[in-house]
Structure formats: structure tokens, C-alpha cells
């Protein structure tokens, strides 16, 4: 199992980015995935997740309105599109999997991508 981030970078407060994470060596539509952050000095947190099977989603109440997870089954690769971002939602991104549902992903990940760094200005 392999997962690559991708699309971070710096964009003004209010702004948009789409992360993408490639995946390799599962079908993203028979596991969970989800998608992370860690700030500076913050705890890692869990923005966002898509089961498998049913494709149900997940989100933190931070990004609740703002964040849309998704998936491309053709290109196994998911993605989050981040609109109106804050300079709160700074953080390194992080996309993971676990067997199991989204409750398994949030807590118990597998396996992570290397992280796509997010930073928004004021």
C-alpha cells in the first residue's frame, strides 16, 4: 500500500486548494480513507473521511461547509477541495487507510502519504 499527497501550497485567506492523494497497491473503493492535519505544536487531527463501500463521509466540524472529500475510483486517487480557507487551516496534510470503516481510519491508520503543506495567509 502506497499513498502520495499532493496540491498544498500558499494561497491567501478565503482561497481554495484541492489536495489529491494518489493511491497504489489497494482499490480505493474497498477501503476507507481520510485525510489529516497536523499544525505546529497542535495534535494531528482528523479533517475528513470516505468509506468504501457505501462512499459515506466524514467531516470535522472545523471544516464542516468549506471541505468536500471525493474520490475518482478510475484513478484510485482522493481528493479534498478546500474553499474558503482560514489561516487556522495551516497545517501539514496528510491522507491515510486502514481495513475497516472510517471509525478504523480515524484512529487506528495504517498506512500514510508523506504530507502536502498547506499554508494559508491572512
Known amino acids: 500500500v502506497q499513498l502520495q499527497a499532493s496540491g498544498g501550497g500558499l494561497v491567501q485567506a478565503g482561497g481554495s486548494l484541492r489536495l489529491s492523494c494518489a493511491a497504489s497497491g489497494f482499490s480505493l473503493d474497498s477501503y476507507a480513507i481520510g485525510w489529516f492535519r497536523q499544525a505546529p505544536g497542535k495534535e494531528r487531527e482528523g479533517v475528513s473521511c470516505i468509506s468504501g463501500l457505501s462512499g459515506s463521509t466524514f467531516y470535522a466540524d472545523s471544516v464542516k461547509g468549506r471541505f468536500t472529500i471525493s474520490r475518482d475510483n478510475a484513478k484510485n486517487t482522493l481528493y479534498l477541495q478546500m474553499n474558503n480557507l482560514k489561516p487556522e487551516d495551516t497545517a501539514v496534510y496528510y491522507c491515510?487507510?486502514?481495513?475497516?470503516?472510517?471509525?478504523?481510519?480515524?484512529?487506528?491508520?495504517?498506512?500514510w502519504g508523506q504530507g502536502t503543506q498547506v499554508t494559508v495567509s491572512s
Open positions: 491515510a487507510t486502514a481495513e475497516g470503516g472510517c471509525h478504523r481510519v480515524l484512529y487506528e491508520a495504517d498506512y
